[in-house]
């Protein structure tokens, strides 16, 4: 039985959908030190991450997140917005190094009302 053009146009994408999910899904949570879960106040984590490695951020301020965005880009890796408290850093493939990305996150909790900026620091090793 031959496949219509469409119908291999179709697995295709349905096939490039599928792996999208699944890098998605073996990327974990990785521990970060130094941030810290109020609204309104800065601040700055850091992490490890092998070469070509990802990682799962998920913004942990008690409250309600309004709005969250990218502000810095990382140089060498991706960042992608997943949903309004989750972000997924995956750093390029044969790179070692710092690597340094940004979000701001603007949200109301029960001690403060607030926009903040927090930056992450990868060390890819």
Same mark, same amino acid.
């Given at each position: ?9 179709? !697995?295709? *994408?349905? #096939? %490039?959908? *599928? ?5 998605? %899904? ?10 810290? +879960?109020? *609204?309104?106040? +800065? ?15 998920? !913004? &942990? ?10 502000? %810095? &880009? ?5 960042? &992608?917005? !997943? +949903? ?7 750093? +390029? ?10 979000? %701001? ?14 930056? !992450?620091? #990868?060390?890819? &090793?």
């Amino acid at each position: 039985m031959r496949m219509s053009k469409a119908s291999a146009v179709a !697995l295709i *994408f349905a #096939a %490039q959908g *599928f792996a999208s999910i699944a890098s998605a %899904q073996t990327a974990s949570e990785c521990p970060v030190a130094g941030i810290l +879960n109020t *609204f309104g106040v +800065n601040s700055t984590g850091v992490f490890l991450v092998p070469p070509g490695g990802a990682c799962l951020f998920p !913004l &942990r301020i008690e409250g309600v997140i309004a709005d969250s965005s990218i502000v %810095q &880009r990382p140089a060498y890796g991706v960042l &992608r917005q !997943l +949903n309004t408290s989750t972000f997924e850093y995956a750093a +390029n493939p044969g790179y070692a190094g710092p690597d340094t990305f940004s979000v %701001q996150v603007t949200g109301k909790g029960p001690t403060s009302v607030g926009t903040s900026i927090i930056t !992450l620091v #990868a060390t890819v &090793r």
